[in-house]
């Protein structure tokens, strides 16, 4: 095998790596947004357990170790931020 084989040979598998993390990170994230969602519905105010687990959140994504990293710091916090915009919006939609 060329040296040119081998590497669109790992090329390959690092595409095939990366395209099933992203569908297992997709099914975890419809797993926690439902799980997030039928949480707070049983709460007497959704919107207050909504917002008070994204402060929680936010707080553990400043002590990771990857909080010291600009943009993937910037990611994480748009993530959470999206994240439980679109979990709190579900959750008081009863």
């Given amino acids: 095998m060329s040296a040119e084989d081998q590497n669109l040979e790992w090329l390959n598998g690092l595409i095939k790596a ?3 993390e992203q569908a297992r990170s997709m099914v975890q994230h419809f797993i926690m947004r439902d799980l997030v969602i039928q949480i ?7 919107d207050s357990y909504v917002a008070a687990m994204f402060e929680r959140v936010s707080t553990l994504v400043d002590q990771c170790e990857l909080a010291g990293k600009p943009d993937v710091e910037a990611e994480m916090r748009w993530y959470a931020e999206q994240f439980f915009t679109q979990a709190g919006n579900s959750a008081s939609r009863r």
Avoid at 40 to 46: E, G, V
Wanted: glycine residues 0%.
């Fill in 18 to 20: 990366v395209a099933v």
């Fill in 40 to 46: 707070a519905q049983a709460q007497p105010d959704p």
